[in-house]
C-alpha cells in the first residue's frame, strides 16, 4: 500500500503498542480466513505495508501512530494479498466488503 502523508488526517489517538498492532493483524487474518508467516513492523520509505508471496507482512512504524481506521484498511489490504495477488475486482469487492464491517 503506497505511502502518501498527504491528505492524511492527523492522528486520533496515541500511538498503539507494536504487540496490540501484530493482534489486530492476528485478529483479522483469523476473520478473513488467511494465513501469514511473519509480522514485521519496520520503517518504510514509500509504502505502509507490504505483503510477500510467501506470507511475510511488513508494516511501516508510523502506521502505529494512524488513526485505526487507517490501520484497519491497510491490515486488510495486505492480508487480502495472500488470497488475490493483485489489485483485481475480486480484490477490490472483498476489500469494500471487509471495510464495512
Known sequence: ?????HGLPPSLESSVPKEIFKSEVRSWAKKMGVEFNSITIR???TKWASCSSK???SFDTDLLEQPA???RKT????????KYPTHNKMFK?????????
Open 1 to 5: 500500500m503506497s505511502k502518501d502523508h
Open 93 to 101: 469487492a472483498m476489500e469494500k466488503a471487509y471495510l464495512e464491517q
Open 69 to 71: 481506521a487507517f490501520r
Open 55 to 57: 506470507g511475510n507482512l
Open 43 to 45: 520503517p518504510m520509505t
Open 75 to 82: 491490515i486488510i489490504h495486505e492480508l487480502l494479498h495472500l
